[in-house]
């Protein structure tokens, strides 16, 4: 049990973190943050390449695959789709400034 | 300092890209660096991981290789293509899709290190607690999340759906997981004798009625209601990495696991208190469609309709000097953002101050319609939250009402009916109100708007985007 201590200690700080990292964040970015927070347990990848090179069996090959497929496209599909979100805020400020004053 | 030292150090490394990534994407200066921050530490964190499995003794397998490469391709590809062609109006769905295979992936790594554990000398009880509890989590988060985008693809219908039994069904599936999972966890230690077979077909009954709860769960959920649902099954997919990564003793994973968790968490307190709304009201049910919802509060509908022609709106508006544009889900759906845009540039020109009140729920989800507007260039400062905007209607001259329905219902201030304390937009305090809507349809609470019946209300029964291309040519004409 001593094993666990660790990494629970570290569950325990995380959490804390992630409730104190987006403490006030205003509506206007209450759909890309959670679109970032999504790609971010994207991680789970990871996870699927640990398996994929353990798994020794068909049955182990298959779930592999499907972990790693599902993983990428949760990584890849995440940051993309966020980013193009975001983009959109950012805008060419030379002719959003333009129209704002006329 | 040996090579896996370093890999330990590349992904603290990831993980705190994650955390301040995170932190960056609190205000709309810094946020999309932050998310390149985070992606950044994402590419650390997987190349990591990578080098640790070819270095470590053994190696790694051809076929590991070729299950990692082509499982990349595929599922990165898919991602790739369907993030880059999304409309944003469906980028929503897209995102919960994103999060039912997140949840998916999480819940398979750990049934395969639990088929693996019991194939060998079993696994002990912190590791069983620790698979049954992602596979449990994982599972409604894959079946949940694509209940909740096929509601919001209108796949299935966005009404809550409510069979005979479903209560029950429900009860029973979270019974038999519960039941399952302390079958497990005493097997593991010893207090009962289960053989590896046994052990997996339990694993199976609890992925089987997890599945099932995910579907059950959100079913009874309406639509108006997804966003605060997806946002919770993310901060559900977070927690079941956090498992896996216990399962696999992953530091990085149970860092950004309780991360997503713990943020996913509060973001959907932030979003079910934008729109007046407890979480567990939402899980419970029953937002519309639900009986009842059709009673009218006293001085509800029963006036009558005033309907409208483009001509005398575009009259209406040029002569206004104070112009406010209420863009609801219906300007999205129709794809009119632009045109909105083009309306107010031609008033502008005109001396007419427009600007926008943006409800935070406006749009599918909190923030949506910021991000549709800004897509159709509308400059930032037009865009008003309501907070902020609702004293102005007082002042306002029109209000431009744009497929915008339960967030401009009056029936929110009274009591007793399916809006009752959602902040809604001053609308009705403006001189003059113009409603463009296709039909006098409900909207998701499924109840009348009072506000179509004010005096005051002229509707211009249109589809958004061909409502404002008459309303633009009339302007032009004038």
Same mark, same amino acid.
């Given at each position: 049990?001593?094993?666990?201590?660790?990494?629970?200690?570290?569950?325990?700080?995380?959490?804390?973190?992630?409730?104190?990292?987006?403490?006030?964040?205003?509506?206007?970015?209450?759909?890309?943050?959670?679109?970032?927070?999504?790609?971010?347990?994207? +991680?789970?990848?990871?996870?699927?390449? +640990?398996?994929?090179?353990?798994?020794?069996?068909?049955?182990?090959?298959?779930?592999?695959?499907?972990?790693?497929?599902?993983?990428?496209?949760?990584?890849?599909?995440?940051?993309?789709?966020?980013?193009?979100?975001?983009?959109?805020?950012?805008?060419?400020?030379?002719?959003?400034?333009?129209?704002?004053?006329? | 300092?040996?090579?896996?030292?370093?890999?330990?150090?590349?992904?603290?490394?990831?993980?705190?890209?994650?955390?301040?990534?995170?932190?960056?994407? =609190?205000?709309?200066?810094?946020?999309?660096?932050?998310?390149?921050?985070?992606?950044?530490?994402?590419?650390?964190?997987?190349?990591?991981?990578?080098?640790?499995?070819?270095?470590?003794?053994?190696?790694?397998?051809?076929?590991?290789?070729?299950?990692?490469?082509?499982?990349?391709?595929?599922?990165?590809?898919?991602?790739?293509?369907?993030?880059?062609?999304?409309?944003?109006?469906?980028?929503p769905?897209?995102?919960?899709?994103?999060?039912?295979?997140?949840?998916?992936?999480?819940?398979?790594?750990?049934?395969?290190?639990?088929?693996?554990?019991?194939?060998?000398?079993?696994?002990?009880?912190?590791?069983?607690?620790?698979?049954?509890?992602?596979?449990?989590?994982?599972?409604?988060?894959?079946?949940?999340?694509?209940?909740a985008?096929?509601k919001l693809?209108?796949?299935?219908s966005g009404k809550p759906?409510?069979?005979?039994?479903?209560?029950?069904?429900?009860?029973?599936?979270?019974?038999?997981?519960?039941?399952?999972?302390?079958?497990?966890?005493?097997?593991?230690?010893?207090?009962?004798?289960?053989?590896?077979?046994?052990?997996?077909?339990?694993?199976?009954?609890?992925?089987?009625?997890?599945?099932?709860?995910?579907?059950?769960?959100?079913?009874p959920i309406g639509g108006a209601d997804m966003p605060v649902v997806i946002?919770?099954?993310?901060?559900?997919?977070?927690?079941?990495?956090?498992?896996?990564?216990?399962?696999?003793?992953?530091?990085?994973?149970?860092?950004?696991?309780?991360?997503?968790?713990?943020?996913?968490?509060?973001?959907?307190?932030?979003m079910a208190?934008a729109m007046n709304r407890?979480?567990?009201n939402i899980?419970?049910g029953g937002f519309g469609g639900g009986?009842?919802t059709?009673?009218?509060?006293?001085?509800?509908?029963?006036?009558?309709?005033?309907?409208?022609?483009?001509?005398?709106?575009?009259?209406?508006?040029?002569?206004?000097?104070?112009?406010?544009?209420?863009?609801g889900y219906?300007?999205?759906?129709?794809?009119?953002?632009?045109?909105?845009?083009?309306?107010?540039?031609?008033?502008?020109?005109?001396?007419?101050?427009?600007?926008?009140?943006?409800h935070p729920v406006a749009g599918r989800m909190p923030?949506h319609?910021?991000?549709?507007?800004?897509?159709?260039?509308?400059?930032?400062?037009?865009?008003?939250?309501?907070?902020?905007? =609702?004293?102005?209607?007082?002042?306002?001259?029109?209000?431009?009402?744009?497929?915008a329905n339960d967030v401009?219902n009056?029936?929110a201030?009274?009591?007793?009916?399916p809006v009752?304390?959602m902040?809604?937009?001053?609308?009705?305090?403006?001189?003059?109100?113009?409603?463009?809507?296709?039909?006098?349809?409900r909207g998701y609470a499924g109840i009348? =708007?009072?506000?179509?019946? =004010?005096?005051?209300?002229?509707?211009?029964?249109?589809?958004?985007?061909?409502?404002?291309?008459?309303?633009?040519?009339?302007?032009?004409?004038?």
């Amino acid at each position: 049990m001593n094993d666990l201590l660790f990494p629970l200690t570290i569950f325990v700080l995380a959490i804390l973190v992630g409730f104190e990292a987006i403490a006030k964040v205003p509506a206007t970015l209450h759909t890309p943050l959670m679109s970032g927070a999504n790609s971010i347990h994207g +991680i789970i990848l990871v996870g699927g390449l +640990i398996i994929a090179a353990e798994a020794r069996d068909p049955l182990g090959y298959v779930l592999a695959f499907v972990a790693i497929a599902f993983g990428a496209m949760n990584v890849v599909g995440g940051y993309v789709v966020t980013d193009r979100m975001l983009q959109m805020f950012k805008r060419k400020p030379a002719a959003a400034k333009a129209k704002g004053k006329s | 300092m040996d090579i896996s030292t370093l890999v330990y150090i590349a992904q603290i490394g990831g993980a705190v890209c994650f955390v301040l990534g995170l932190h960056l994407m =609190n205000s709309p200066a810094t946020a999309r660096n932050g998310n390149l921050l985070s992606a950044g530490g994402m590419v650390v964190a997987v190349l990591a991981t990578l080098v640790s499995l070819v270095v470590r003794p053994g190696g790694m397998d051809a076929a590991a290789w070729v299950i990692i490469v082509v499982g990349f391709a595929i599922g990165g590809g898919l991602g790739l293509y369907t993030a880059r062609n999304v409309q944003m109006t469906e980028m929503p769905q897209l995102v919960s899709l994103f999060n039912a295979v997140g949840g998916g992936a999480a819940a398979l790594v750990a049934i395969e290190d639990f088929i693996r554990l019991t194939g060998a000398a079993g696994a002990p009880v912190s590791t069983t607690i620790f698979v049954v509890l992602d596979v449990a989590i994982g599972a409604v988060t894959f079946t949940g999340s694509l209940i909740a985008s096929g509601k919001l693809m209108g796949l299935i219908s966005g009404k809550p759906i409510i069979f005979p039994g479903s209560r029950i069904l429900t009860v029973v599936l979270a019974v038999v997981t519960v039941a399952g999972t302390a079958l497990l966890v005493l097997g593991a230690a010893g207090t009962v004798t289960l053989d590896a077979t046994v052990s997996l077909l339990v694993l199976g009954v609890i992925l089987a009625s997890a599945l099932v709860f995910g579907v059950t769960m959100v079913l009874p959920i309406g639509g108006a209601d997804m966003p605060v649902v997806i946002s919770l099954l993310n901060a559900f997919t977070g927690t079941a990495v956090a498992m896996a990564g216990f399962v696999l003793d992953n530091p990085v994973l149970i860092i950004s696991g309780a991360l997503v968790g713990a943020s996913g968490g509060i973001l959907t307190k932030l979003m079910a208190d934008a729109m007046n709304r407890s979480i567990v009201n939402i899980m419970i049910g029953g937002f519309g469609g639900g009986e009842g919802t059709t009673a009218v509060g006293p001085g509800g509908p029963g006036g009558s309709v005033r309907s409208i022609g483009a001509d005398d709106v575009a009259i209406q508006l040029v002569y206004a000097s104070n112009v406010i544009v209420v863009p609801g889900y219906g300007l999205a759906v129709a794809q009119a953002q632009h045109a909105v845009r083009e309306l107010a540039e031609l008033l502008e020109a005109k001396g007419v101050h427009v600007s926008y009140a943006i409800h935070p729920v406006a749009g599918r989800m909190p923030g949506h319609m910021n991000v549709l507007l800004a897509e159709a260039n509308v400059p930032y400062p037009q865009l008003r939250e309501m907070d902020e905007i =609702n004293p102005e209607f007082d002042r306002c001259d029109v209000a431009l009402v744009i497929g915008a329905n339960d967030v401009t219902n009056p029936a929110a201030r009274r009591p007793g009916n399916p809006v009752s304390g959602m902040p809604i937009l001053n609308v009705d305090h403006a001189k003059s109100i113009i409603v463009i809507k296709r039909s006098m349809g409900r909207g998701y609470a499924g109840i009348d =708007n009072e506000l179509y019946v =004010n005096p005051k209300t002229g509707m211009l029964f249109a589809d958004a985007k061909a409502g404002l291309a008459d309303l633009v040519a009339a302007v032009k004409a004038l």
